[in-house]
T-cell receptor
């Protein structure tokens, strides 16, 4: 049973606009959340993370929001750029290194 | 730094054959792990290690063995390959200090079992 779910398999957005990726989880013991970005034929690369004691973390164009009561997190990319076209994975951990991943969302940024 | 390296990049096996997927990292990370990625399922943890001589099972360990004799290397062994093991395999490493859980992934090995 998947504990981390990304219900949107794909997202298409115009260059310069905001991309919003969503992730839901079921395990209330998760206390560390990460987003990874993956290009074809490459391994995932770490993008941004947030611990459960925060509700927002920002790094340049990327912001992650965490709503613990709803067991929901989201990744905002503003503004979206063509190089952001990739698969984005949400992952969660119970204060260790064993990550549970979502199925991924493929983002396509249109010129 | 080369980061996390994996060999081979591609492999085709017949059912019942054995092979070892190699993984090495040069970042002196204590933690190393193996994941498999299947369509529509994200990445699933196979085995992990928190240091040389210490390994443990992840979510989908059946059919796979690991060992960790050095900090740098973490090979994954398939003893008798099955078509269900057709997947893309990723090795990852991370530091266990500072309460930071980011992991660095290798480029992957695409395995096909016929």
């Amino acid at each position: 049973d998947q504990q981390v779910k990304q219900n949107s398999p794909s997202l298409s957005v115009q260059e310069g606009r905001i991309s919003i990726l969503n992730c839901d989880y079921t395990n209330s013991m998760f206390d560390y959340f990460l987003w990874y970005k993956k290009y074809p034929a490459e391994g995932p690369t770490f993008l941004i993370s947030i611990s459960s004691i925060k509700d927002k973390n920002e790094d340049g164009r990327f912001t992650v929001f965490l709503n613990k009561s709803a067991k929901h997190l989201s990744l905002h990319i503003v503004p979206s750029q063509p190089g952001d076209s990739a698969v984005y994975f949400c992952a969660a951990s119970t204060n260790d290194y064993k990550l549970s991943f979502g199925a991924g969302t493929t983002v396509t940024v249109r010129a | 730094n080369a980061g996390v390296t994996q060999t081979p990049k591609f492999q085709v096996l017949k059912t019942g054959q054995s092979m070892t997927l190699q993984c090495a990292q040069d970042m002196n990370h204590e933690y190393m792990s193996w994941y498999r990625q299947d369509p529509g399922m994200g990445l699933r943890l196979i085995h992990y290690s928190v240091g040389a001589g210490i390994t443990d099972q992840g979510e989908v360990p059946n059919g796979y063995n690991v060992s960790r004799s050095t900090t740098e290397d973490f090979p994954l062994r398939l003893l008798s390959a099955a078509p269900s093991q057709t997947s893309v395999y990723f090795c990852a490493s991370g530091s266990t200090s500072g309460g930071i859980y980011e992991q660095y992934f290798g480029p992957g090995t695409r395995l096909t079992v016929t």
